[in-house]
């Protein structure tokens, strides 16, 4: 115990020491954080629309009214040129062309029913479906609205008893008629930062403490101080520690102060306990810090230990759920995450701070933190020779 | 001229020694690119969905049938109380659920409006609305069979979806992911190359030769440019060839702007390097300062024009926001530099801004 | 310090090491006894740093015997290392440390007491005339100093042997005097001191050398002996003769 004390007072103190560092370790993150968790948003507001309307109706204008009037779109241009329209959504300038035939407004009041044209630039699949979905709303919001104003002419309703649609059942009262009420739970504003808070958080201290781990003992190895070490009769398992220890420490530290800022500039909600996230932060730096001590152990120089972190956080961060939705990956991507310690902290954080899990909710992800904490560990300090090769 | 020849020499010895991390600089990307290329997807599939169906009759299954028949929904939980539905959410075993009132059937057959609650998790909100938008059709397209045809106003959109019909995530993501791994890769590489050769004091000696500051930067930026055009090579093949994501326009266009994009990652690790005094901290900067922001303001995941304006404004200092651009109009539109030049312009002056202020620094340091 | 034949407490039998095809330390057999100062000579990568590490358990041996104070170093390496100090080649303690900071914290590792290593910082700080550097960085002061502060953490312990991989590797003539009287002072308290270097003048300071040449043990025995053995008027002579044999 006194050795892993001496060590980790002196690893302390090292850290301490190297200004540079702990200013990076400490304003880099914050100043990430209060900047990225703008960034992170599939929310499309003003989405550029064209349009080519060659009905020139007081309905059509309505049509494009609704779409300007709906706060998602914004007319970056009007023409009755479909080639003009093509041109901006291939330049990038319209997401979108609504073009509006020439007997829209005649066909609605003979047929109760007109096509529009709607061409996405469906390049970004998920961001082309939600403007398909916020264009099908308003074409059906507008359609019902309709209903009530436009009646059918005389004329079709000849035409339409010259069809023999007369056993059709009278459409005003006793229709099926479904009232869905829509609850959006944890998130009923549906901000994007809410989510996303929590994750940059974890994102930020995983990558620096990874960091840090990753390239201490590498360093250590190129300065040459680790062989004094090694032939000192410090175990393996006492080495390990005590350079975990400090880094768990200011890891910790790091979190705290992020929710901190988190909570007052963004207003990240703390629905559950406190104690309880931090106590499953403590298990999830052991995993993670342990990754990165086994790095270093792995690795000959700082160089590359920093690629293979790179390569790891990498993984950690674009196969863990924190950007893009994990259910959506297949099968075996979802499976090789099990692996990863930041996919079960990102989903039990998230969980405890915006839904407000307690610990029955979060059994078995903080399950799979534990054996991960335990295997890493374990492989560090196997990995780790005193001897070289 | 003979002077930097001899650098380039140095370098390229000091590449091809260090065997391991050659491997590195080649190999990782293309791993990085498979797996990404398959993990990051946005749709919705799978979704959990609970439902609560206080009294099960012929209306409330036949809605049921329909959720289940979809390959959108998955049906974990069927329940006749709603009480136990917090539970399943805050565990995450239920994302979505439909609550049935106790008496749909019977007011949906005496022509009352029959009510129904969708209940979605909206932590992550784009998934929540995009569930709860899927849940909304179905039970919609229900209403719409149960009434008789015809007799409400249809506007009925016909919808073109362009450059990208299928959606398909990987189209969208694989050229995004060149940008983000060639980024960070070459600048993680001259910034520790750089600051490596400082610690371990030949830097100096650079610095005393007769080698003028741009020369030492030329040295150290060809040789990484070369394996970065391997690296690039490598990329678009396996783009193709395991996710069919298709290059509608021209290669060679797209291989330059490539390059171009390398060059100006390149010159931002020589800058961060030529600021730093020790590997430590040039790695951070480096890693920390680059990987986030790339991923997370390039447009790679989020749209930048869902962004604040400031945000905007940030995202378009990066390198890596031109070239996602670039290459993502080159593969899935298939322009050619009519359309780019102003990309095209806007990363050449990064090239020539972010050389000409690590040409600075290193100037500084011979003072 | 005492009479008759000490014990033996290092013992290498045929010890080799090989890097892939190299050779770098071939079948060396020798007997070091409590006490002795015994040096290990030889040309820059004559083998002598891979030696050394082989007996302080940093590295394992292909082939041949050998035991560090009664433990065995395929085995036993972590009982060697209770037993013994160790002073790199390279300078290899943490030079954004101070003195004190590093004298305590390898005083913790080899479990001293807080008193005691307070007390040993006392002592070593009087002895090498650290006063009034022991709170600076170790990286701000000279390599000199540097030297004597590395060799004190080895004995920091007290251990029964001192290994000293090239000790005065670019310290000056002045030094190098104080740092060999270091080493005396060293052995009269008992500590047997294993030391390798390539000054040749230095050898005539050990109580027994041994000349290695491209990883063999090429020559043994007291300087004086040996100078009387090969007919010449120092080791310098006698190392020149033997790494080129056939020369002169």
Known sequence: MRRILSLARAEVLRIVRDRATLVQIFLVPLAQLLVLANAATFQITDTPMYVVDLDHTSTSRGLVTRFTASGHFEIIGESSSLDLANDALRRGRATMVLAIPRDFEASLVRDRRAPVQIALNAEKGAAAGIVQAYASAILAAYSAELGTTLRPSIGAVRAGIAGGQLGEPPPVRGAARIDVRTRSWYNPALDYRDYMVPGILVALVTVIGTLLAAQNIAREKELGTLEQLNVTPVTRAQFITAKLLPLWVLALLELALGLVVGHLVFGMPVRGSVALLFGVAGIYLVAALAIGLWISTLVETQQQAMFVTFFIVMIYFLMSGLFTPLDSMPRWVQLLAELNPVRHFVEISRAILVKGAGLRDIVRPLGALVILALAALGVSVRQYSKRSA | MKALLGLLRKEGYHIRRDRRTLVVLVLFPIIQVVLFGYAIRTDVRNVRLAIVDPSPDYATLALRTRFAATDVFRIVAELRRPEPLAQLFRSGRAQEAIVFAPDFADRLARGLPARVQIVTDATEPNTGSAMQSYALSLIRDYERDLRAAGSAVRIEPELRLRFNPTRESANLFVPGLLALILAIISSLMTAISIAREKETGTMEALLVSPLRPWQIIVGKVVPYLAIGFVSVLGVLAEAHLVFRVPVRGSVLLLLAEGMLFILASLALGVLISARTASQRVAMMGALVGTMLPTIMLSGFIFPVESMPRVLQWIAGVLPATWFVRIARDIMLKGVGIAYLWPETLVLAAMVLVLLALSARSFHVRLE | ?248
Not at chain 3, 67 to 85: C, F, L, M, N, W
Not at chain 3, 131 to 142: G, K, L, N, T, W
């Open chain 3, 1 to 248: 310090m005492n009479d008759g034949p000490a014990a033996v407490v290092i013992r290498a039998t045929n010890l080799t090491r090989t890097f892939g095809r190299f050779v770098a330390v071939d079948h060396i057999t020798f007997e070091v006894r409590a006490g002795e100062v015994f040096g290990f000579l030889g040309a820059n990568g004559a083998g002598k740093t891979t030696a050394i590490r082989m007996l302080c358990g940093l590295l394992l041996p292909s082939s041949g015997d050998a035991s560090v104070a009664g433990h065995d170093v395929y085995t036993e390496s972590e009982a060697i290392k209770r037993d013994i100090g160790y002073m790199s080649q390279r300078f290899s303690l943490y030079d954004d440390l101070t003195v004190r900071e590093n004298i305590r914290l390898y005083g913790g590792i080899y479990g001293l007491s807080a008193a005691r290593v307070r007390e040993r910082t006392g002592a070593l700080v009087a002895r090498l005339g650290l006063e009034h550097v022991v709170e600076s960085p170790v990286r701000a002061i000279p390599l000199g100093w540097k030297q004597k502060l590395a060799f004190s953490v080895a004995l920091l312990h007290e251990p029964r042997i001192v290994f000293l991989d090239e000790p005065t590797g670019g310290v000056d003539p002045i030094t190098r005097r104080q740092f060999w009287e270091m080493i005396y002072q060293t052995a009269a308290e008992g500590t047997t001191v294993f030391v390798t270097t390539h000054y040749m003048d230095e050898a005539e300071y050990c109580d027994r050398i041994s000349i290695m040449v491209d990883g063999r043990l090429a020559a043994m025995g007291a300087p004086v002996e040996l100078e009387r053995q090969y007919g010449v008027a120092s080791i310098d002579d006698v190392f020149l003769r033997l790494a080129r044999p056939e020369g002169s």
